[in-house]
């Protein structure tokens, strides 16, 4: 299966030293007959490849750098093995062999469900060796997305990570007659391809990679999917080649080397989903040492980022605000709230007026500040970075926008964030905070090599190398082109370009709310400030069609729990707490704080707090936590309705 690029390819560049390092050029800029931005784009770093494919890097590695650690192994007492780039080729090429032997063919499915590890990687390398098309699938889905999955790629073997994989597949197998393999990594899965393909020459192995090219496709990504059936994304090398190699030379600081200590990343986002399989590719292509950890459960992640320590992270906002909120009840309990506040404060300031300096708009932080700065590093910012495993200096945050506050918050804690966005169907990022420019709220400027532009009606269309070819077509087996006759995406996201190209992203198309009076309202503000409050778990704004808005929120967890303790209410059950006078108390502050980003007309009137919370089993989200608010507006329609009885506003 392959398709075709728009642009005829140029080059099969890496990044890094052979290409040098240009400066960072701004975008060109295209406005409207007002003066309004319409148009921003940025030129490539690295052209897009005229040949190879992602199946060449860990070989390429270890012919250019063989002793080189480019991964590490977790051990079962918890300690890491590093991995060379010449020992990772060598079992690259051992399981290829194993799939070879097993009869998998150029252009087969093979399907990955397991949580973020080392064998993941492992076998997605594997897999495209010998011109596999490798189809994620999230661990946590149910039989049925499975069985959809299954289906419409056409798989023909899959890789589960325990039992309870085994199982589920077991189940729906007879639905998907041409599925011939099933392996469990946890089971010996790696050791038993391998075992099979020793016969195998590895002129073979050699030979499939060799006629694989840019154009070739790499991946069926399906979207989780907020309305709808999932669609599968056709993802060829070409893109994802564009796509990291581009972003590697573009943030280079976080990649590259540039003190004492070898850039490291610790990934524990979900490998299903693009983001954390792009940042995976381009740690490979960087040879950045990269480690997996299994769980974002908040004990065991602080666990395996402390034994780890590294210097870069992959997050989406919802771990740094976890972050920054378990601090804050810490500081509570230890009857130093007002200390942290403080401090919290004085990292805002340092953080907008540090950033603001580097983008030539003022001279910096004072003396005074910069002294406030100094003592509370000790106190205060210095256990948020342990938090993160003490060696954290970059956080490349994506999946929504993290929010002005907490990104001066982390800068002036000694952490830099490069927020992005972007979706599937782009290889993740289409934007990024361009290093040294940043500009807080906003996601930065388009990737190099990519154009963003904005729509009459306000939705954001973008334009690249690292843009899909199109959705995957089962019937006809066929790629179904989404891009219009110039090559631009509709993503179906609002947003806006300001007067140097920085992009905000102001809310879904889709999402958008217009009241019985006419009034056209984006929620997503409203939400994402009242989900970053320490005893909020998740918000969905309602109001379409109503005179007015109101807000479902659930509670989240650990914030509840610390709650609980200062205010001795552990006795109290959940029916009993939600409707507790002093946590409603605390809730409707939040949602105070929240209108005041807002008109009275936009602003939120009533609220109900659930004494359940929204989970992926119930339907509520999607794998990558977007709500399903369809479904969340069906299931709890009498809460809804009760917020819009007469006389109660």
């Known amino acids: 299966m392959s398709v075709q690029h728009g642009a005829a390819p140029q080059s099969s560049a890496r990044p890094g030293a052979e290409q040098g390092r240009p400066g960072l050029v701004p975008p060109l800029l295209r406005r409207s007959r007002d003066g309004v931005v319409r148009q921003a784009e940025v030129p490539p770093l690295v052209p897009f490849p005229r040949r190879g494919s992602l199946a060449d890097i860990p070989f390429t590695n270890a012919a250019e750098a063989p002793e080189d650690v480019v991964l590490a192994r977790r051990r079962p007492d918890g300690a890491w093995d590093d991995v060379t780039c010449a020992a990772f080729a060598e079992e690259v090429q051992a399981v290829a062999r194993g799939l070879i032997a097993a009869g998998m063919r150029p252009g087969d499915r093979l399907a990955i469900m397991a949580p973020t590890c080392y064998a993941w990687t492992l076998l997605d390398f594997a897999a495209w060796a010998v011109g596999l098309i490798t189809v994620p699938v999230y661990p946590t889905s149910s039989a049925a997305q499975v069985r959809w999955i299954l289906q ?42 391998d075992a099979a393909g020793r016969a195998v020459p590895d002129a073979l192995v050699n030979e499939r990679r060799a006629a694989l090219g840019p154009d070739n496709v790499a991946t069926l990504i399906y979207t989780s999917g907020t309305t709808g059936t999932p669609k599968g994304c056709v993802l060829t090398h070409g893109n994802f080649l564009c796509e990291v190699d581009n972003a590697v030379d573009l943030l280079h600081p976080v990649f590259q080397d540039v003190s004492d200590l070898p850039a490291t990343t610790l990934l524990f986002l979900p490998l299903a989903h693009v983001f954390g399989r792009m940042i995976a590719v381009g740690c490979l292509r960087a040879r950045t040492r990269l480690g997996h950890a299994p769980s974002t459960e908040t004990d065991a992640l602080i666990s395996d980022l402390r034994s780890f320590r590294p210097t870069f992270l992959l997050a989406v906002p919802y771990v740094l605000e976890k972050v920054f909120n378990r ?178 992203i102001t809310g879904r198309k889709k999402d958008l709310i217009i009241t019985s009076g006419g009034k056209n309202i984006a929620p997503a503000p409203l ?68 209108n005041r980003l807002v008109s ?22 999607t794998p990558s936590l977007k709500l399903r608010r369809t479904q969340i507006v069906r299931d709890f329609h009498r809460e809804i309705a009760a917020m819009y009885a007469p006389g109660d506003e």
């Not at 994989?165 to 599925?179: C, E, F, K």
């Not at 709220?441 to 269309?461: K, N, S, Y």
């Not at 334009?463 to 110039?486: C, I, K, L, N």
């Open 527 to 594: 939400e994402e400030w009242l989900t970053g409050h320490p005893l909020i778990g998740h918000c969905l704004v309602i109001g379409d069609n109503r005179e007015y808005l109101t807000a479902i929120v659930t509670l989240e967890p650990d914030g509840i729990a610390h709650w609980r303790r200062m205010h001795r209410k552990e006795h109290l059950s959940m029916r009993e707490l939600v409707v507790d006078p002093d946590l409603r108390h605390n809730i409707q502050q939040a949602v105070d704080e929240a």
């Open 600 to 621: 009275r007309a936009e602003a939120i009137r009533r609220f109900t707090v659930l004494p359940v919370d929204f989970t992926e089993q119930a339907g509520h989200v």
């Open 152 to 193: 419409d790629a056409g798989v023909t073997g899959i890789a589960v990570y325990d039992v309870a994989g085994a199982r589920l597949v077991s189940g729906i197998r007879g639905s998907v007659p041409w599925l011939r393999h099933l392996w469990q990594i946890d089971n010996g899965a790696v050791e038993q391809l």
């Open 327 to 504: 601090a804050r009840a810490t500081a509570e309990e230890m009857r130093r709230a007002s200390s942290f506040d403080r401090a919290e404060r004085v990292a805002v300031r340092y953080g907008e007026t540090s950033t603001a300096a580097a983008s030539g708009g003022g001279r910096g932080p004072g003396l005074g500040l910069r002294a406030a700065r100094g003592l509370y590093d000790a106190l205060v910012y210095r256990r948020i970075r342990a938090a993160l495993g003490g060696q954290v200096r970059y956080v490349i945050s994506g999946g929504s926008p993290l929010g002005r506050r907490l990104s001066a918050f982390f800068a002036g804690a000694g952490i830099e964030v490069y927020e992005g966005y972007g979706l599937t169907e782009t290889t993740a990022a289409a934007t990024c905070t361009p290093p040294l420019k940043p500009r807080f709220g906003t996601v930065g400027w388009p990737m190099p090599g990519t154009a963003v532009r904005i729509a009459r009606d306000g939705e954001v269309l973008i334009r690249g190398g690292s843009v899909f070819g199109g959705y995957w077509e089962a019937e006809q087996q066929a790629v179904v082109p989404a891009t219009d006759a110039q090559g631009w995406f509709a993503t179906g996201d609002l947003g806006a370009l300001d007067d140097e190209g920085y992009l905000t």
